[in-house]
């Protein structure tokens, strides 16, 4: 199958729409235990990156590519390196021709977690994003041989249950990491908008 | 000379910090970039103005980058993948405070030092003010670079000089003692009655002699330009220090 410039752009738009729709709860989740600034922070990333012409663009690589540089220049707190990393390294991995394979998609969503992991040193129980897409890695990498759409379904749901699971976490990263013990009982805002971009991913990217 | 990028998630936090700086490191500098705040009010930073600023000041002798907060590094990290491997190679980002750092590193940079000996004097930034509260205090310069460097008693020239009025030898006044000496092939020593001598080309070690208005302070150089350092601090202090 071929991943098309126009669903690589519906899986942005998708996640921009979540991510303005949900800004105001994203950003009640980090003033929890962060500086409540995150929906702000992605809802203007994203709308940055819907702005971008998607016919600009020949191929679903170098969309993604363009999106992630986006993101780094437009977030401006820790998610701008981060999901720009992810972007970047996503559509790096994917080839010029949109010529794509479950496996390969896997591939390149492998690529974009080890980008994050890479630039923010987070590990699976440090209550950030890593929470949410690492168990979604895994979940689509389990499920390839079923096909994308069910793989990419499969991934949205191992990360909506590694979102949930960081809420009885202690943080052991970023800003949240000063509150110590008080970030317990908190669900993780980057691992909910993390859910975000694999929701719009599931139902995008399918068709 | 190194140069110098400032990342901050604050636009002003960044201009001032680089203003406070230069007014306390008078005369020849090495060039600083700032990439802070997504504008000027808006907090955050950017890994493309990052690496724009990285090539800005880039230099044979390397780029020192300080900053701020927590995401500032991962931004700074990034930057890196966006510049060329050549420059990427020559550039380092450090922990070291971004005030004291940056004073550290002006004034060791004017000096003509490369960016590892600069970074080890912007990551002892903290020492004047840990050894003024009497907190415990991290070993001095890094192993190697100061190899040696203590002069033979018997070897060494000697000169004393008075530390200048009205405030004694505060930041400005040792910045010039600093670059004064820097130029010249000597180590060169500066201590007090209350205070055992610190190297003359560190500004963090001149730092913690604290001397006030009055006070004497003995000079000790070796090497083969010994003669030329301590003369050129004499003519410093015929100015006053250029305190006026």
């Known amino acids: ?207 | 000379m190194i140069g110098i990028v400032v990342v901050s998630h604050s636009r002003r936090l960044a201009d001032a910090a680089v203003a406070l700086a230069q007014a306390a490191v008078p005369g020849a500098r090495p060039e600083v970039a700032v990439a802070a705040g997504l504008d000027g009010t808006t907090l955050g930073t950017d890994a493309g103005a990052i690496a724009d600023a990285i090539v800005a000041v880039d230099s044979p002798d390397g780029v020192l980058v300080f900053v701020d907060l927590g995401s500032a590094i991962m931004s700074a990290e990034l930057a890196l993948e966006f510049v060329d491997a050549d420059v990427a190679g020559r550039v380092r980002i450090t922990p070291a405070p971004l005030v004291e750092g940056l004073v550290a590193a002006l004034v060791t940079a004017a000096g003509g030092a490369g960016v590892q000996v600069v970074e080890a004097a912007a990551l002892a930034g903290l020492r004047p003010k840990q050894e003024h509260l009497g907190l415990p205090v991290p070993p001095a310069a890094p192993a190697g670079s100061r190899a040696g460097a203590d002069p033979e008693p018997d070897a060494a020239l000697h000169l004393q000089l008075v530390s200048p009025g009205p405030t004694g030898l505060h930041l400005r006044p040792l910045a010039l003692i600093a670059k004064s000496v820097s130029p010249f092939d000597a180590d060169v020593l500066i201590g007090t009655d209350d205070h055992e001598p610190v190297h003359a080309d560190s500004v963090i070690e001149l730092q913690t002699l604290g001397a006030g208005p009055g006070v004497p302070l003995y000079v000790m150089a070796a090497g083969p330009q010994a003669r030329q350092a301590l003369d050129a601090l004499a003519e410093l202090a015929d100015r006053h220090f250029g305190e006026g």
């Open chain 1, 1 to 207: 199958m071929v991943l098309t410039v126009s669903s690589a752009a519906a899986w942005m738009a998708s996640f921009a729409a979540m991510v303005h729709a949900g800004a105001a709860y994203l950003t009640d989740l980090d003033s929890a235990i962060g500086d409540a600034d995150h929906g702000a922070n992605i809802d203007r990333g994203m709308q940055a990156v819907v702005a971008l012409d998607p016919s600009a663009f020949e191929s679903a690589s170098a969309l993604l590519k363009k999106a992630g540089m986006t993101l780094v220049s437009t977030i401006g707190g820790a998610s701008g390196p981060l999901y720009g990393t992810f972007l970047l390294r996503v559509g790096a991995a994917l080839p010029a021709d949109g010529e794509v394979t479950a496996a390969v998609v896997g591939d390149a969503l492998q690529a974009g977690l080890d980008g994050i992991v890479q630039r923010g040193r987070a590990e699976v129980g440090d209550k950030t994003m890593v929470d949410a897409l690492a168990p979604a890695v895994a979940a689509f990498r389990a499920s390839e041989p079923d096909g994308l759409a069910a793989a990419l379904a499969a991934a949205a749901r191992a990360g909506a249950e590694g979102r949930d699971a960081t809420v009885p976490l202690v943080a052991r990263k970023g800003r949240a990491s000063y509150l110590g013990e008080r970030s317990a009982g908190h669900q993780d805002p980057g691992a909910t908008s993390v859910t975000m971009l694999l929701d719009a991913a599931a139902t995008t990217l399918t068709a």
